[in-house]
């Protein structure tokens, strides 16, 4: 009986562990999606926050995904409120390995030209899809800041 016992909760200890365990790829690397769209004020807030992460875990995969207003900081001449641009922040993640995608349908249904777009970002079709890929076929987790 015992032994049934200590079986059923090592199984139950494993169980509530996946999502841990899936959130790391076979190498080890932490994979994460940042999920933006609520305009520029969110898009500060998660540039400082993935700043911190990469010092924190420089070999985390981190990928943001902007929709909606979440784009705006994504375009050219974008600044933040106290009129920094985006542009020097984004480069400098970028080439720290972060990658920025932005949503297809926000850029047609905002009329944005890809030219008006970041070099650093890569347009997906669409960002909600896009955030769901990541989590459920490639173990990203979720932080929307």
């Known amino acids: 009986m ?18 841990f365990v899936c959130a790391e790829s076979a190498a080890g690397t932490v994979k994460v999606v940042y999920h ?17 992460h990469m010092r924190a875990d420089p070999s985390a995969k981190i990928v943001v995904v902007a929709l909606s207003d979440g784009v705006r900081f994504l375009l050219d001449d974008a600044r ?18 972060v990658e920025f995608r932005v949503c297809g349908n926000t850029l047609a249904n905002f009329d944005i030209p890809m030219s008006k777009v970041s070099p650093q970002a890569s ?8 955030v769901a890929r990541l989590q459920a076929k490639e173990g990203f987790v979720y932080l929307r800041p």
């Open 123 to 130: 347009v997906v079709p669409s960002g909600v899809a896009e």
């Open 80 to 97: 933040d409120r106290h009129g920094r641009p985006y542009a020097a922040m984004v480069t400098a993640l970028a080439t720290q390995g």
């Open 2 to 19: 015992a032994d049934r016992i200590t079986r059923f909760f090592l199984l139950l200890l494993l169980a509530l562990a996946a999502p």
């Open 36 to 52: 933006l769209s609520d305009g520029n004020e969110q898009a500060t807030r998660a540039l400082g926050n993935i700043r911190n």
